[in-house]
């Protein structure tokens, strides 16, 4: 997800453009719109995609409810990557809380294991490899291809962050699986962008500045706000946790707010992590 080069998005294009078939009625126009998102996409810290591509994805393919049945990987995906990303999602399920804020059981439900893998496997249907638009990138979700399946990258085994930070890349790309609302395409974050110190604001995976990159979100419900609540949660109120796993939970939690640019809904996560 993270990162996002122009080389990626050719290769993406091109398989893009041979899945999809003859339009019978006026379409837009999916290369320049990839064209062009590829052009936004080459300063983006995460792997990015645009409203405009959510809405083709959606047409392209209609919702259908989910029954959480799990998911497959592909043939290709290599066995330690395979043992790397079920052996995260075996934490995760192992996770149990006594209580959880407002929003978290509006999103995932309990601090708890089995909400968490219910999530998960009712939007996650496949994952496949992709290079995910970034040399950084460890895993993305590409709705104009599928809107149900993740990707990860080479770099999924080679992770230099936690476990519990790779999860939230992991859950972060778990929610652009909805189609139902246009994938949760992201904001671009302000110009200039700054922390309380007024220094730049810099992504924690790539140190790269965010300030104008389609990296911020305006709601506590999309990517960024969600796995944020996911995450600060499990700081405060995971019961069965080690205590890094709890300081790390928090670390990548609070940078992440950082991302959410619009005011009331910042503040509204603030308060909600308060309850
Ligand atoms: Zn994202």
Redesign the pocket.
């Known amino acids: 997800?993270l990162r996002a080069a122009i080389i990626v998005l050719a290769a993406a294009t091109a398989s893009y453009a041979g899945e999809w078939s003859a339009p019978a009625a006026p379409q837009p126009n999916i290369e320049a719109m990839q064209e062009a998102a590829s052009q936004a996409r080459q300063g983006s810290d995460?792997?990015?995609f645009t409203k405009e591509e959510a809405a083709v994805a959606a047409k392209k393919f209609p919702f259908q409810p989910r029954t959480g049945r799990g998911f497959t990987f592909d043939a290709d995906v290599p066995a330690d990557i395979q043992k790397q990303m079920r052996a995260d999602l075996e934490f995760i399920k192992g996770i149990a809380g006594e209580k959880a804020s407002a929003l978290h059981k509006k999103i995932f439900g309990s601090v708890n294991g089995a909400d968490y893998t219910k999530f998960f496997e009712t939007r996650v249907t496949a994952i496949g490899m992709n290079s995910c638009g970034s040399s950084n990138a460890v895993a993305?979700?590409i709705p104009f291809r599928n809107p149900s399946k993740m990707w990860l990258t080479q770099n999924f085994i080679r992770f230099s962050h936690p476990q519990i930070s790779r999860m939230m890349v992991v859950f972060?790309?778990a929610?652009?699986t909805e189609t139902k609302s246009g994938n949760?395409s992201?904001a671009y974050c302000p110009e200039p962008f700054k922390d309380e110190n007024g220094k730049d604001m810099k992504s924690i995976w790539t140190g790269a500045v965010l300030a104008g990159e389609p990296?911020c979100d305006e709601t506590p419900l999309?990517?960024?706000g969600s796995s944020t609540i996911m995450l600060k949660n499990i700081s405060l109120n995971c019961a069965n946790c080690t205590d890094k796993v709890k300081m790390d939970a928090g670390l990548y939690a609070d940078d992440q707010l950082g991302r959410i640019i619009d005011a009331d809904a910042k503040r509204q996560m603030k308060d909600d992590f308060k309850q």
């Open positions: 997800m995460l792997y990015y993305c979700v972060h790309e929610r652009h949760w992201h990296a999309g990517s960024y």
